[in-house]
């Protein structure tokens, strides 16, 4: 089983819809989660940080299941300018191991 | 957060050289990461680079293809070493950002890449 799963998609939405992205990890030494967004061509860049009591920033709100080990992030009223590849990260063994990512395509 | 200048951002290299890609972060740090990302890829972490010590290879990496320095806290070189067009990635350093104030916006910052295309 891969250290993390993630759904590659990709998710074609129009303007305006609520996506979710699950992240599943099997590894329960996992210490802090994360979501990374990564535009083509371009390095990663951190969207959150993945708290137990679940965050929220704008339009973003990002969830963590350690009972089902999973992690999610929810898009709400989504933009053009969302369209991008989502990856969800865990920290463990003082090291990043990252998800394949989720493609996100948002359409007028 | 951190600022790191990772260079060359780019290189078409032979088969059979070597290239090294350094990186520079502006404030000191204790350990950074070294990923490949091939194409349509996710991120896969090569080795960690700690000051003073020897680099640790992830499962499948060895230190005669990706021979990495760590002569300071600010600054890294990884070394891409016989290459062949399997070796054609992105190549990313990282490192772990406390955050400003510390623990606000925590998580790992990276460089912004090196394209690497071996022909």
């Known amino acids: 089983r891969k250290e993390v799963e993630q759904d590659p998609g990709p998710f074609n939405v129009p303007e305006g819809a609520t996506v979710a992205f699950n992240c599943t990890y099997s590894?329960?030494?996992?210490?802090?989660f994360f979501w990374y967004r990564q535009d083509c061509r371009k390095e990663p860049k951190l969207l959150m940080s993945?708290?137990?009591s679940g965050n929220e920033d704008g339009r973003f709100t990002a969830q963590l299941n350690r009972a089902s080990q999973y992690i999610s992030l929810l898009i709400r009223d989504s933009k053009l300018s969302d369209s991008a590849t989502y990856l969800c990260?865990?920290?463990?063994?003082?090291?990043?191991?990252f998800g394949a990512g989720t493609r996100l395509a948002v359409h007028p | 957060s951190a600022v790191i200048s990772q260079k060359p951002s780019r290189d078409i290299c032979q088969r059979g050289t070597s290239l090294t890609i350094q990186c520079q972060v502006d404030?000191?740090?204790?350990?950074m990461f070294w990923y490949r990302q091939q194409p349509g890829q996710s991120l896969t972490l090569i080795a960690t680079?700690?000051?003073?010590?020897?680099?640790?290879?992830e499962s499948g990496f060895v230190i005669d293809k990706f021979p990495i320095s760590r002569p300071n806290l600010t600054f890294s070189t990884l070394t891409v070493s016989n290459m062949s067009p399997e070796d054609s990635s992105i190549y990313l350093c990282?490192?772990?950002?406390?955050?400003?104030?510390?623990?606000?916006?925590?998580?790992?910052?990276f460089g912004s890449g090196t394209r690497l295309t071996v022909v």
């Open positions: 404030s000191q740090v204790t350990m």
């Open positions: 990260a865990w920290r463990g063994y003082n090291k990043l191991i």
């Open positions: 993945v708290y137990s």
């Open positions: 680079a700690n000051q003073g010590s020897e680099a640790t290879y």
């Open positions: 590894n329960s030494a996992s210490q802090s």
């Open positions: 990282s490192v772990e950002d406390l955050g400003e104030p510390a623990g606000a916006n925590y998580g790992y910052t």
